[in-house]
């Protein structure tokens, strides 16, 4: 990560309850970028953030003061692109480190730094700077017509309104650099790419997918693809979400060229999507299963219209079982005809009768084929019916038993 030396932009520094010492030695070591200003009491600090006047990126508040956590809450609550550096004792870096970690109000906005490590003040301050220029260039670009070069109280407080809009946005909203690093990103796209934000600026956005998703992610990035289908994140399957990809070109505060991303988490859309295939795969597979047990059995599966008993589909078991072609079926009064003369009122009366009372019901009788042969027949009967009860469809299996009645007339000579 870079320090404030390699920060293009000038910055501001506030001190606050900090020794002279330690503020003479980082203006010394940062000028001329770095502008550090000292306020010797919290209240100076209070006061000025809450009128608007606290004119600095960079906060860091000295181990004098008792309460640093509640100070830092205060501020982001006011300006949440400032960023705050906590020194403390050795001691109470735990117990602050807790308090930083549950609170709120903080999030990735504040930075604690035990006194034992004060060598390291210049390089985070650098870095709070850096990612302080990086969270509000998009919020301020945005607004840059109110502003007008015009400083004061409504525009800081439409730029604060506005922050806060991006910041808790249900949608994840990221910008990178011309390189395709991470520059700024809000709380849900942090919540979708499963980081912190002080973790991961400055990393590679397309690190995030998997590699044989970076051609289709480069077409998105470029703008050369407006759409193409959603993208991975994880590697594990137990882990990974889906998200899709908006972008569009961006220019930070400093002038640099990017691009605004926006994260769409389609996760659960994805899931529902794969277990519907899976599904539907699944029950192919069962009627492919099915159909050829139907050829082996000799079966036709049927299904015709409730009211006029005209078939649309009968399977292929029909034209060697009948004798008669397939599309011979859908012709009108088609079953009538093929019933035998001595069953066909009371097969037809079976049929309508329980077709109004039943879902489910068999019955049998004879038809004649198309060379004239009587087959017997033992039809089970599916009734589909619509929103209001009433019969839509029917939908069977029509099975040959000829032979059983064949047997069953020889027992009978038999005895």
């Not at 790419?193 to 590699?211: H, Q, S």
């Amino acid at each position: 990560m870079a320090d404030s030396s390699e920060n293009p932009l000038r910055s501001r520094v506030t001190f606050v309850e900090v020794d002279e010492l330690t503020v003479d030695k980082i203006t010394g070591q940062s000028a001329p970028r770095l502008e550090v200003s000292a306020l010797d009491g919290v209240e100076r600090l209070l006061t000025a953030s809450t009128l608007g006047t606290l004119e600095c990126e960079v906060v860091v508040l000295g181990t004098a003061l008792t309460d640093p956590v509640r100070v830092a809450q205060h501020v982001q609550k006011l300006d949440k692109n400032i960023q705050i550096i906590i020194l403390s004792s050795v001691e109470r870096a735990e117990d602050y480190f807790r308090q930083i970690e549950f609170s709120p109000f903080l999030g990735d906005a504040v930075t604690l730094l035990p006194i034992d490590k004060l060598s390291e003040l210049k390089t985070f301050i650098g870095r709070a700077v850096n990612r302080a220029h990086r969270r509000c260039s998009y919020s301020r670009d945005a607004i840059s017509a109110v502003k007008n070069g015009k400083p004061g109280q409504a525009n800081r407080d439409a730029m604060h309104y506005l922050g806060n809009v991006l910041e808790h946005a249900p949608i994840g909203m990221l910008t990178l650099d011309a390189n395709g690093r991470i520059q700024t990103l809000n709380k849900r796209g942090a919540e979708i790419l499963n980081v912190r934000e002080r973790d991961v600026l400055d990393t590679a956005f397309a690190g995030f997918f998997m590699p044989v998703d970076r051609i289709r992610l480069d077409r998105v990035l470029q703008g050369t693809d407006s759409y193409v289908g959603h993208f991975r994140i994880g590697q594990h399957d137990e882990e990974a979400s889906f998200v899709e990809i908006t972008a569009a070109e961006y220019v930070s505060r400093s002038g640099q060229p990017g691009r605004m991303i926006v994260l769409h988490d389609v996760t659960d859309r994805v899931a529902a999507e794969q277990a519907r295939m899976q599904a539907a795969a699944a029950l192919q597979a069962s009627e492919d299963r099915f159909m050829e047990l139907a050829d082996v059995l000799r079966l036709i599966p049927w299904e015709a219209d409730a009211s006029t008993q005209q078939f649309r589909y009968v399977g292929a078991n029909a034209e060697e079982i009948t004798g008669y072609q397939r599309t011979e079926w859908n012709s009108e009064d088609f079953w009538p005809q093929l019933l035998h003369p001595d069953d066909r009122e009371k097969a037809m009366k079976t049929r309508a009768s329980n077709s109004r009372r039943l879902e489910n019901f068999d019955h049998e009788y004879r038809i004649i084929t198309a060379d004239g042969r009587t087959r017997w027949i033992h039809d089970i009967v599916n009734v589909v019916r619509d929103r209001h009860d009433k019969p839509k469809k029917l939908r069977g299996f029509m099975v040959d038993v000829t032979e059983k009645h064949r047997h069953s007339g020889a027992d009978l000579k038999q005895a």
